[in-house]
């Protein structure tokens, strides 16, 4: 078969060699000769064209050409390489064609920017990598085509907007859009660039005097925190530096205290290039999302690196509360489920781990353990065993533990006094905790893969409307636990998002899971050393 089309083309070159200007008859059958075996699709797509040519006329591109090559100039802002969709060889055709009375070129010209179409639908609208293949704990069902893209070819070929065909392929989410403004403006406008501040033992507070201090304000000045260079004494922090680096800690999520330690100088080596990076990998992240932000529905959102949980009703963020998350070798996955109920005054059965390693070796030192912690023993039928009657002391492995742990309700128990359920493949849910202090750190990544959230009880009246404080506070103190089902669900999204913006601030995020890293390595952009 492949044989009998050479013959057609080379035919077909004779036949116009002696030709001038090329018709678009001409140009179409050469096409039609060109995407015959052609394994991208591209055959049912001219043939419903009659094979004319979508993008080239006699001698040059049609404004359809024009417009698209316009936008492949634009692809840069979606983080996104130009090179991928106009290659070298595609540009050698474009100023061939313009003085060219030759149909081959014509016709190579157009199915070239055809598949290169193709591949950019693809790209906007899905993403260009897989992203199961580079993280395992991101659950996220791959997204599915919100366009059908030889339809959209063809009706481009028919006479519709390039601009707005290549606009419903990107996510109709306000934080892609934002992004996209914002590395427009890092790639026309890069910040300056400073030597990297050196590492230093202790910390410096306001009055002090440090010899980092300079190298500390041009790098605040770059990002533009600081406004102006303070004069007076260079090496000493001044009123308004500490101030540039509160607002520096603040849109970095650290504790904005103005005390220049051990977090700040991990945040603050970054450069232009490492920025960008972080854009590119969140514009990316973002093409493999569903469209959330597409409907009124009530959400909850928890953004893993940023720590935080919202809770949005319609488009109103009405609540938000810090959160600790999966410590990194016990990550909390990316996915998303619907919230159905929640549990009061929950009880906690110990899991494998911490059974073994904690309670156990206790509980042989002195059985008393598990009264003290409020815990009872239970069979797999969950009735109560007598924990005297078990010889403590012979249990090697679980094999000889036909039991459960359990700990009652209580303000001790580490589910604390509510959760709130979402049933997933993952055994994740969202619940109170005892350990309060930890909402004071700048990272919260120290969870076993569940979310603790500081302030349950107002997020409990949020979802529970005609439940006053009084009535939820009770059922945080029962002495069993208590299942209350939601009047409807509330769709809960755990996200992966290291920068946006936000009241004109660019906020930035510690890549805690090292999913950045990863994604921008498969994506081959350049990081430094100090990449956040």
Request: net charge negative; hydrophobic share 40%.
């Amino acid at each position: 078969m492949r044989s009998k089309t050479i013959y057609y083309v080379s035919a077909l070159a004779i036949m116009f060699s002696c030709r001038q200007k090329p018709s678009q008859t001409e140009i179409a059958e050469v096409i039609g000769t060109m995407v015959h075996e052609d394994e991208s699709g591209l055959d049912s797509i001219y043939a419903k064209n009659e094979f004319k040519p979508i993008w080239v006329s006699n001698g040059g591109l049609k404004k359809a050409g024009e417009d698209y090559v316009d936008e492949i100039e634009k692809v840069v802002f979606d983080g996104l390489e130009k090179s991928d969709y106009l290659s070298e060889e595609q540009i050698g055709l474009l100023e061939k064609i313009k003085g060219s009375e030759d149909p081959f070129v014509h016709a190579a010209l157009d199915v070239a920017l055809s598949k290169s179409f193709l591949a950019l639908a693809s790209d906007l609208n899905i993403g260009r990598i897989d992203p199961s293949a580079i993280h395992s704990e991101w659950k996220m069902a791959r997204k599915i085509p919100t366009v059908n893209y030889k339809e959209l070819l063809l009706s481009i070929a028919e006479g519709e907007s390039v601009k707005e065909g290549l606009d419903q392929l990107r996510p109709n989410n306000p934080l892609y859009t934002a992004l996209q403004i914002l590395l427009k403006q890092r790639l026309s406008e890069p910040m300056e660039e400073t030597e990297s501040i050196r590492l230093f033992e202790g910390k410096i507070e306001k009055g002090d005097s440090h010899a980092e201090i300079p190298a500390i304000r041009r790098k605040l000045l770059s990002l533009e925190d600081l406004g102006t260079n303070p004069q007076g004494k260079r090496e000493v922090y001044d009123e308004e530096s500490f101030h540039a680096v509160k607002k520096f800690q603040k849109r970095h999520g650290l504790i904005d205290d103005g005390v220049i330690g051990s977090d700040f100088l991990a945040a603050i080596n970054y450069n232009t290039s490492d920025i960008i990076a972080k854009i590119n990998v969140n514009l990316e992240r973002l093409r493999w999302l569903p469209d959330f932000a597409d409907t009124e529905k009530d959400k909850v959102i928890v953004n893993i690196p940023d720590f935080q949980l919202f809770y949005l009703q319609g488009t109103d963020t009405t609540f938000t509360s810090k959160v600790v998350v999966g410590r990194e070798y016990r990550e909390t996955p990316v996915f998303e489920a619907d919230m159905t109920h929640l549990v009061f005054s929950p009880t906690w059965t110990l899991p494998e781990t911490i059974l073994w390693k904690d309670v156990i070796p206790a509980v042989q030192k002195n059985v008393a353990y598990l009264e003290r912690n409020n815990m009872q023993v239970l069979d797999f039928q969950e009735n109560r065993i007598n924990a005297n009657e078990i010889d403590w002391d012979s249990l090697k492995d679980k094999d000889d533990f036909p039991y459960l742990i359990r700990q009652s309700p209580g303000r001790e128990n580490p589910l604390g006094e509510v959760k709130f359920m979402f049933p997933n493949d993952y055994a994740i849910y969202i619940h109170d905790t005892p350990a309060q202090s930890l909402f004071s750190r700048d990272e919260r990544a120290f969870s076993s893969g569940c979310i603790r959230m500081e302030d349950p009880e107002k997020f409990a009246a949020l979802l529970l409307e005609d439940w006053d404080e009084e009535k939820i506070l009770a059922h945080m103190d029962l002495d069993e636990e208590k299942k209350v089902d939601l009047d409807r669900a509330r769709e809960v999204w755990i996200l992966y998002i290291t920068i946006w913006s936000q009241e004109g601030n660019l906020e930035v995020r510690q890549d805690v899971y090292g999913m950045d890293r990863k994604l921008a390595e498969a994506l081959e952009l350049p990081l430094s050393e100090y990449f956040l």
